[in-house]
């Protein structure tokens, strides 16, 4: 088994194996308001004969331009044809959060999302989990929380902070958060000045139903590694 990691500069991106692709997702971006860096959204089919449906939830106000058609919350829905190994990507023009986006497909595909020079591969849904531990990074920076939801009457426990929703968590806190039903928790690592947005750092948290007894390391040459 081998584990590939696409890097450039302080940002790498992890892919998923192609046993570990589903057929349906949901998008999540950074915060409304706290950058100016372009929302990406991209997806690259595994099978021929691929058909990947897009729907805007009716409270986003994320616009897209797909294929020369106009994508928003006027115009929600959107299909793609795309063959083993097609590759699409549009971009978000509002500069909006995103959050929430469903992509579904009739054969697995995978999917990228985030920030221009924050990008990574999004969990499908059938990956997501019940409890999350998240932890703070050996600096001095606070982070940020997105946790979305599939399913209705969802019960959320927070242990560590008063909020999960726009909300800066202080660098020495470790929170946890469970649900009742499956959910996606991303953590955003913020830069030390608010201005530099293109260093800012996206991870999706594992739920602790996914955690393994056995892990190995990629490191840089001469980059300093905190386990």
Request: hydrophobic letters at 40%.
């Amino acid at each position: 088994s081998v584990s590939v990691l696409a890097s450039s500069g302080c940002n790498t991106l992890q892919i998923l194996p192609a046993g570990s692709l589903g057929r349906s997702y949901q998008t999540v971006s950074f915060w409304s308001g706290r950058t100016e860096l372009l929302g990406v959204v991209g997806f690259i089919a595994a099978q021929n004969n691929t058909l990947v449906d897009i729907e805007i939830p009716s409270d986003s106000e994320a616009r897209f331009m797909l294929n020369g058609i106009e994508l928003s919350k006027y115009n929600p829905i959107a299909r793609v044809a795309l063959e083993e190994l097609d590759t699409l990507h549009f971009v978000e023009l509002n500069k909006v959060d995103f959050s929430g986006i469903r992509i579904s497909s009739n054969t697995r595909i995978g999917v990228f999302c985030g920030m221009v020079g924050s990008i990574q591969m999004m969990l499908p849904m059938n990956a997501w989990g019940y409890k999350y531990f998240l932890l703070p990074l050996l600096s001095q920076n606070p982070y940020d929380i997105r946790v979305l939801t599939n399913e209705s009457n969802t019960t959320l426990s927070i242990q560590g902070t008063p909020c999960i929703s726009d909300c800066l968590i202080p660098s020495n806190v470790t929170v946890v958060i469970s649900a009742t039903k499956p959910i996606m928790v991303v953590q955003y690592f913020l830069p030390s000045d608010p201005s530099f947005n293109d260093t800012v750092s996206m991870v999706h948290v594992p739920p602790v139903e996914s955690y393994l007894s056995k892990y190995s390391f990629i490191t840089q040459n001469n980059a300093s590694v905190h386990i």
